[in-house]
């Protein structure tokens, strides 16, 4: 399969059956928790993550909106899981260069290469990125807002 | 009987992008040639200023310019002392919201509703925290504002009331004539929001009764950055001017101490004003009232119709507001997001923009609307104008089935 149409098949299956998206978290009080919204489009999601010794040991969103902002909330979920405070913070610093066409880290991702194309599409780059950038700002210590 | 393709002869866009399916006029209409050319003219022959120096030229200028005021008085029926040209509909607002900051009073209320494009409820959503004052919001009983619910809300200390003539996402009409009623009786003023009415359909100011009626020039066949303020006279000594400047005094008044302001409507136009804009309106308005207001408003009635039939039998669809006459058609494509469905990725390349068919998307300035009325966080908005025929609207049923047959 041509890559393109690779890309668009698991960005499809994400978006269609997403891992580690839930309805509604019970205990919150375990999780930093965020909600960001992208204003122009009604995509809204909402990402928990259980610090352990600087480890996410737990992530998940509640989100709705576009496929690419489900399908790379359901990717972001998968790359992020069980890494470090600094090897998220490098990942996500990564998957920013990978969708807006500068030169990263081929070797850090899996599923998440599939955003590559987001590049030409400017336009939908904040939905490609909003998940990411919430877990961002919450392992820096910002939350429930 | 409208003909849209004797009309899209008149618009250049329609020859210079051939397969366009243009579906936004609520958003902001095409502009006919004659009105381009009138701008053209104006900027080629006759470049002056207005109601300053004396030449020959300017005095033309001037006379067109006061001509064009009277063509859009008499089309609303009004005196032209009463017609007063901003920049837009939401700079009206804003200067009559910051016009009658002294009337308030501490127990003064303002009565909105939470069918309001953005527009026409910031402004006095600001000015009652800064002034400390009640905002009171009519809610919306099925889908629309009822008049009764507005009348309820309005008492002896209501400052004014704001509310839509016709509301931007749904397109039902109001019936103001039993709260002007109330209005008047209580000596409140009533500003009405006419953005999405004047283009649609005969708007009769002096049977409305209100103090302030709001219309924007680019929504009905105009140049954009002009709007129209219509203000009852007998509220024009009320209000403190929006700007002070050249024009709106007596020149000869200004003195260290104090100066003389002119009566309306040169009290509310200081400045050099929008003159290729106003001198271009003025044809718009000639342009519509050749067709028609009525003709113009069945066409779109009409044209709904048939795409609410069509549309009702895709049950993937979900119509919002099927049943009321208006050329407005809010709708969702189930289990496809409007984002999905409007802009093309690398995912999907089958969307409204790939056919050229613009229609409007998100929460179209009227998030109360959206959160508070209909409950979604974003949906589709088609809109019909002059120019749409049954073509237009066949591409947009077919595009929504290729759209979903994408996504399901
Ligand atoms: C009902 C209504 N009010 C106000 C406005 C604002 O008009 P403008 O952007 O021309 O100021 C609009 C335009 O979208 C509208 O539909």
């Known amino acids: 399969m041509e890559k393109n149409n690779l890309s668009r ?111 030409n599409y400017p336009a939908r780059y904040k939905c490609a990125f909003i998940s990411w950038e919430t877990v961002k700002s919450l392992v820096k210590g910002d939350k429930h807002e | 009987m409208i003909n849209p393709n004797k009309i899209k002869n008149d618009f250049s866009m329609f020859k210079n992008n051939p397969s366009l399916k243009y579906l936004d006029s609520a958003a902001t209409s095409l502009t006919p040639d004659i009105v381009v050319e009138q701008i053209n003219d104006y900027y080629k022959k006759y470049r002056s200023s207005i109601n300053r120096g004396t030449s020959k030229m300017a005095n033309d200028v001037s006379r067109k310019y006061e001509g064009s005021r009277k063509t859009i008085a008499n089309h609303f029926n009004t005196d032209p002392s009463e017609i007063i040209f901003t920049k837009s509909t939401t700079t009206s607002i804003n200067n009559i919201s910051k016009s009658i900051i002294h009337l308030i009073k501490p127990n003064s209320n303002i009565v909105v509703t939470n069918m309001e494009h953005h527009s026409n409820f910031l402004p006095w959503q600001v000015l009652c925290h800064e002034n400390n004052i009640e905002l009171r919001v009519v809610k919306a009983n099925h889908l629309e504002i009822k008049s009764k619910d507005v009348i309820d809300m309005i008492d002896e200390n209501t400052l004014i009331v704001c509310i839509h003539h016709v509301s931007n996402i749904i397109g039902n009409t109001v019936d103001l004539s039993e709260i002007s009623v109330k209005t008047n009786d209580l000596d409140v003023m009533l500003l009405v929001d006419g953005a999405q009415a004047a283009p649609h359909k005969k708007v009769d100011l002096k ?183 049954k073509n237009d609207i066949d591409m947009l049923v077919s595009q929504i089935s290729k759209i979903y047959n994408v996504w399901r």
């Open chain 2, 207 to 389: 049977k409305i009764n209100c103090d302030f009626y709001t219309v924007s020039a680019h929504k009905m066949c105009g140049p954009t950055g002009l709007g129209v303020l219509y203000i009852n006279n007998r509220v024009v000594n009320k209000l403190k001017a929006f700007d002070y400047g050249g024009d709106m005094v007596t020149p000869s008044s200004v003195t260290y101490e104090s100066f003389l302001q002119k009566s309306s409507p040169n009290k509310f136009e200081a400045g050099t004003p929008s003159i290729a804009e106003v001198l271009a309106f003025g044809v718009s308005i000639d342009y519509l009232n050749k067709i028609g207001m009525d003709q113009i408003e069945n066409h779109e009635i009409k044209l709904k119709k048939y795409a609410i039939n069509k549309l009702s039998k895709l049950d993937y669809v979900k119509i919002y507001n099927s049943n009321n006459n208006s050329g407005l058609i809010a709708f969702n494509i189930n289990g496809v997001s409007v984002h999905d469905a409007m802009s093309e990725s690398f995912i999907s390349d089958i969307t409204f923009d790939s056919e050229d068919i613009i229609i409007r998307d998100g929460q179209m300035c009227n998030n109360l609307t959206m959160k508070y009325v209909l409950k979604e966080k974003a949906l589709l908005r088609a809109s019909i104008y002059i120019y749409n025929d």
């Open chain 1, 9 to 119: 098949q698991i960005i499809m299956d994400h978006y269609k059956y997403p891992h580690n998206k839930v309805s509604e978290i019970i205990n919150r009080d375990e999780y930093l928790f965020k909600k960001a919204l992208n204003p122009s489009c009604g995509d809204e999601v909402e990402v928990f993550i259980k610090l352990e010794n600087n480890i996410i040991t737990d992530i998940k969103y509640i989100g709705s909106g576009c496929s690419i902002c489900c399908s790379s909330g359901s990717i972001m979920t998968e790359e992020l899981i069980n890494k470090s405070i600094n090897e998220a913070n490098n990942k996500i610093e990564n998957f920013n260069k990978l969708i807006t066409g500068v030169n990263y880290d081929i070797n850090l991702f899996e599923d998440a290469i599939c955003f590559e194309g987001i590049k």
